[in-house]
């Protein structure tokens, strides 16, 4: 009995082993096995290249469209030399006479970018590229040089309008349709870097609504990686289409040229101040005479704020029309005309938008009271940088 046992048992270990071979070795000989759930995925129902159903392969229509109307300026002032180190010396006013006041005149020179905007030949560009000039020549597309006249310019928000008298017919822009743009859409900017001739260069919008960068009063930047240099602010920011997004009109570097990362005002922006320099000369903002400060968490609670919406008063210009309204130091400004006011930069878009003369609702809390005054809205004093 033992011996029938001891064959059974080493004829089943035999066959284990041999079943885990082939199941190993020729898992196929084992029959069909059970298949794992299909993974799901989400594909695509149209390429990223658009409606057509084919990729774009080049932006030189749009390049064609837009380029005839982007231009060169030149521009240059009359500087004073420096006074010789000596003029003040008596001996060497003995020996020299006037001779050392009498300096020979020099003139700096600059470069930049504009957009002609309409066929009467009005030009939009950068105010940093025109401001302190004396002598303005616009270069177009087809080789002609023209002296240009400045219109208007505003410093609060980078822009100035030229104008320039042609025989010709001038090729105007074509402003993009009032649909926003969208991060990573397709921009192409076009201008004259460092001198060296019209150039195009491509990018997507990398985002929008940048503010509270210090580079002008009035901010709200499209940011984009296509390559802007020196020579490329007041130059167009184009769509795919070949239609006028935005004006280039900064850089951040650290060496000079680009680094990827430009700003452009946006087309909705440079129209309406634009629009009102062509027919004021001039733009008109709204004005209280506050001065703001943000809240901040440790500033609300050690003033007992019951919350950090809105912005501080902390300062209000006498005889202004807030002081004649009522506004005092320490109110905490929430809305202007129902738009509310989370900072500052908010609060004076919000008062800019205002037109002069007109009484606007301001929501106030004083103290933990709200209030809501009536301000006459003043006429926001003129900036003038570099004169």
Request: net charge negative; proline share 6%.
């Amino acid at each position: 009995m033992h011996r029938l046992w001891m064959i059974f048992a080493q004829a089943v270990t035999i066959s284990v082993a041999i079943l885990f071979v082939i199941s190993t070795l020729k898992p196929e000989w084992m029959g069909e096995r059970q298949m794992l759930p299909a993974v799901t995925i989400q594909e695509a129902t149209q390429p990223a290249s658009g409606q057509s159903g084919r990729p774009v392969s080049s932006y030189s229509e749009a390049a064609r469209q837009a380029l005839p109307s982007v231009v060169h300026i030149f521009t240059s002032k009359e500087v004073k030399a420096q006074r010789h180190p000596f003029s003040d010396d008596p001996l060497f006013r003995h020996f020299f006479g006037d001779r050392l006041e009498n300096r020979p005149q020099q003139r700096a020179s600059g470069l930049g970018s504009g957009v002609i905007v309409s066929p009467e030949g009005y030009v939009l560009t950068n105010n940093h590229v025109i401001e302190a000039a004396d002598e303005i020549e616009v270069a177009l597309n087809d080789g002609r040089k023209l002296p240009a006249r400045i219109v208007g310019r505003d410093p609060e928000s980078d822009l100035a309008v030229l104008q320039i008298k042609a025989d010709g017919k001038l090729h105007a822009i074509t402003f993009a349709a009032p649909e926003p743009l969208q991060v990573g859409d397709v921009v192409l900017a076009i201008g004259n870097p460092f001198g060296v001739g019209q150039t195009v260069t491509m990018g997507i919008v990398s985002a929008l609504g940048r503010t509270h960068l210090g580079i002008n009063t009035f901010e709200d930047f499209i940011q984009t990686d296509a390559a802007i240099n020196p020579g490329n602010s007041g130059g167009a920011l184009i769509d795919a289409a070949g239609h006028l997004v935005g004006i280039n009109a900064a850089i951040y570097s650290r060496s000079g040229g680009s680094l990827g990362i430009g700003f452009a005002i946006p087309v909705s922006l440079a129209r309406s101040v634009m629009e009102q320099i062509i027919q004021n000369g001039s733009v008109t903002r709204g004005w209280i005479g506050v001065e703001v400060q943000a809240i901040t968490p440790d500033l609300a609670e050690s003033f007992s704020m019951p919350s950090a919406d809105g912005t501080l008063i902390s300062g209000v210009m006498r005889g202004s029309p807030a002081d004649r309204a009522g506004v005092r130091p320490g109110d905490v400004l929430i809305a202007v005309e129902g738009r509310k006011v989370n900072d500052p930069q908010a609060m004076l878009e919000a008062i800019a938008a205002q037109p002069p003369g007109r009484l606007a609702g301001f929501e106030l809390r004083r103290g933990k009271e709200k209030l809501e005054l009536k301000v006459e809205i003043g006429r926001r004093p003129a900036l003038s940088r570099g004169d």
